[in-house]
């Protein structure tokens, strides 16, 4: 019996890495990551690249899939590289990240991306505009710099932001983002509560880790640390 049973683990063992070997190279390039710790020199496209797109450019009136201003479609993976004629590892052959550093988008009376947030793109360009994404979620550091202001100027600063930021409301720095923890709408707007309305507007929910830091640091004080 057991003699058996170690011959069928190895069979097993066979057929699994026959069918690891037989995994098209292709469909690997593009494996989202799921499940795996981030390296802090890479550029991560769920993460970092796509709520800043989102965010920023993907709205009703520009580059959401009914608008589609100059045909640009930027809500999601595929059409972000086929529309935008994302060349990857070359950002400066780049639509996408040409239209940024030349300053030409977003238009007013939007903001400009920051010059950090317009290198991001131009790494995840040049680092092979993956489809790619990490996990890790460090709830023990919630300094506002470090974890929390990221945060906001990735999902929430495109709109709200500029000369007339949406629904009246700018949250671009510590006093404003201060305010909303202390009222209590930051965390019902991006925790879904009933009688907020749901933020980032539109988009899909901050996940649970970013929603994770954004509590303890309210609840820490919500400090400028
Ligand atoms: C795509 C654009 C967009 C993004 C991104 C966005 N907002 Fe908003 N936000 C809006 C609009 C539009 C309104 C006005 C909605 C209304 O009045 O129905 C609004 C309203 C709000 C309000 C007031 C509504 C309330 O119920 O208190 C808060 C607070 C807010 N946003 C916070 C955030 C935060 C925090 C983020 C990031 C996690 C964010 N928003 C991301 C467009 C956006």
């Not at 797109?53 to 595929?78: F, M, P, R």
């Not at 990221?150 to 983002?177: K, L, V």
Request: aromatic share 8%; hydrophobic share 35%.
């Amino acid at each position: 019996m057991k003699l058996n049973f170690s011959g069928v683990s190895i069979l097993f063992l066979f057929s699994f890495i026959l069918c690891s070997c037989r995994i098209d190279p292709l469909v690997l390039e593009d494996y989202n990551e799921e499940g795996i710790p981030c390296d802090p020199d890479i550029v991560y496209f769920e993460k970092e690249i796509l709520p800043l797109l989102q965010s920023n450019c993907a709205q009703s009136g520009c580059h959401d899939e009914i608008t589609a201003e100059d045909d640009v479609i930027l809500t999601n993976y595929k059409d972000i590289i086929e529309t935008a004629d994302v060349e990857k590892f070359d950002a400066n052959e780049s639509d996408l990240f040409e239209v940024l550093i030349d300053g030409e988008m977003p238009p007013a009376p939007a903001n400009l991306l920051s010059s950090e947030q317009i290198a991001l793109i131009g790494d995840w360009i040049n680092q092979g505009a993956k489809n790619n994404n990490c996990d890790d979620c460090d709830t023990t550091n919630t300094s506002f710099m470090v974890a929390i202001y990221p945060i906001i100027q990735t999902h929430c600063e495109g709109c709200h932001s500029g000369s007339t930021p949406q629904g009246g409301i700018s949250i671009t720095n510590y006093n404003q983002i201060e305010g909303l923890a202390a009222n209590g709408h930051l965390l019902g707007v991006i925790d879904h509560e009933p009688s907020y309305t749901p933020m980032p507007y539109n988009l899909p929910k901050l996940g649970t880790c970013e929603i994770n830091k954004i509590k303890t640091w309210i609840a820490n004080g919500a400090q400028n640390n």
